[in-house]
């Protein structure tokens, strides 16, 4: 039995995740601010935890075969409007929440024979999107940070990330909360819609997987088509 920490995964992709994880026979433990969602699964062990505070992180024994870091924001303004607190807040969460849980766990991530990592980030980092200044910002620090790790732990861990387009998830909610936004979304992708938690989840357990075991310092597009197509 492989044993896979997802970090936020009780909502969203997350949620997803530990799902999918668990339903194929793994050991999942979860990271999260609130447990909500996974009283049901078998093999998984929750610990509250808030990436963003001073509490250390909770001590884990055993080996790690793979960490996903899902914690984010989508905080969408004008560059006029926005504060240096927005930027240490998407930093915070974004980065150096994943910096926090990489290092604080790498010795269980080396114990495992081959481990994995997948980080997230957005379509707005690689395609320049109005208002997205310092989401973008936060997200491309998790790029970078993807093929440093990528480099310098191969070749024992992999290091990957996922860069998706607006996905239909709880943290989304505000951006699709009618049918007019939903469809001027859907419109805007050449696919005619958008994306949902359980394809990203998918994509995620792959790149965890041993299948995708030649996959490293990759940043992998999950948007629709929107940064590589136009219509005319």
Same mark, same amino acid.
């Given at each position: /039995?492989?044993? @896979?920490?997802?970090?936020g ?21 979860v ?30 024994? /055993? ?36 910096v ?8 269980n ?5 081959k481990?994995?990592?997948?980080? @997230?980030?957005?379509v ?17 620090a998790i ?9 310098? @732990? ?19 909610e ?21 994306g949902?938690? /359980? *394809?990203?989840? *998918?994509l ?9 075991? @030649? ?18």
């Amino acid at each position: /039995m492989k044993t @896979f920490l997802v970090v936020g995964g009780t909502s969203g992709i997350g949620l997803e995740l530990t799902k999918l994880l668990n339903k194929n026979g793994n050991r999942v433990i979860v990271l999260s601010r609130e447990k909500r969602n996974i009283d049901a699964l078998v093999n998984v062990e929750f610990y509250r935890y808030d990436v963003t505070g001073s509490d250390p992180l909770p001590q884990i024994d /055993m080996p790690i075969d793979g960490i996903a870091y899902l914690p984010g924001t989508i905080n969408l303004k004008p560059f006029k409007t926005l504060k240096i607190e927005d930027y240490q807040k998407d930093l915070e969460i974004n980065l150096l929440g994943a910096v926090k849980v990489i290092n604080g766990y790498f010795q269980n991530l080396k114990s495992a024979e081959k481990s994995s990592i997948v980080l @997230f980030s957005t379509v707005a980092v690689q395609t320049g999107m109005q208002y997205h200044a310092s989401i973008a910002s936060a997200k491309g620090a998790i790029e970078g940070l993807t093929r440093t790790l990528a480099a310098e @732990f191969a070749p024992s861990i992999r290091v990957n990330c996922i860069a998706p387009s607006i996905t239909y998830t709880p943290l989304a909610e505000k951006l699709l909360n009618s049918e007019q936004k939903l469809k001027a979304s859907e419109e805007r992708h050449p696919l005619k819609r958008i994306g949902n938690a /359980m *394809e990203i989840a *998918e994509l995620t357990y792959f790149l965890l997987s041993e299948k995708s075991g @030649f996959i490293t310092g990759q940043v992998i597009k999950a948007d629709g088509g929107i940064s590589v197509i136009k219509s005319i």
